[in-house]
């Protein structure tokens, strides 16, 4: 193995780093400056960003458990990929699509996560809320029918009790 030692400038080593982990003959990096906390918290944002991107994308695909049998119901199909490189390929080819570099592309895709999120949200805080009144109206229903039953005992006692009154007042016969 042998030991190199790279110096980047900031501005673009995220992408000159990029293109040499793209590289298929293997480079393993060992980075020298773990212990600079000023070299740290470049990126500490960049990785805090990242990592709440990736809980919306899990709440997004976790938000149904169904999701199979809805994308099905709707004759929809999921396209599953097979392997990372398939996945980095088409991030390649959606970003030279868009024409946007790489912290471009990032924020870009942050904000599409991110209203994808709030719609999701805001449609199942509705769904919940509907849910709600489908409840209150099934509770509504059922006193609704206890009360019309009970109504229309109370009519039937009633012409009992009035044919009763009208026996008395006409008497035995």
Partial sequence: MIRKKIR????????????????????EFVDLTKSDYENQRNYAMMIERCDEIEKKL???????????????????????????TDVTNDIEI???KRNKYRSCYF?????????????????????????????????????????SQLVSINNDLMNILELYITYLRQGPK
């Fill in 8 to 27: 980047l400038p900031r501005i673009g080593a995220e992408e000159i780093m990029n293109d040499l982990g793209n590289i298929d003959d293997g480079i």
């Fill in 107 to 147: 924020d870009e895709i942050e904000n599409e996560v991110m209203e994808d999120d709030k719609k999701l949200r805001e449609l199942t805080n509705l769904i919940n809320e509907m849910n709600d009144h489908l409840f209150e109206t099934k509770e509504k229903l059922s006193i609704f029918i206890k009360v």
């Fill in 94 to 96: 959606d970003q030279k």
């Fill in 58 to 84: 899990m709440y997004l695909y976790n938000i149904n458990s169904n999701f199979d049998n809805v994308i099905s119901n709707y004759h929809q199909n999921i396209f599953k990929y097979k392997s990372v």
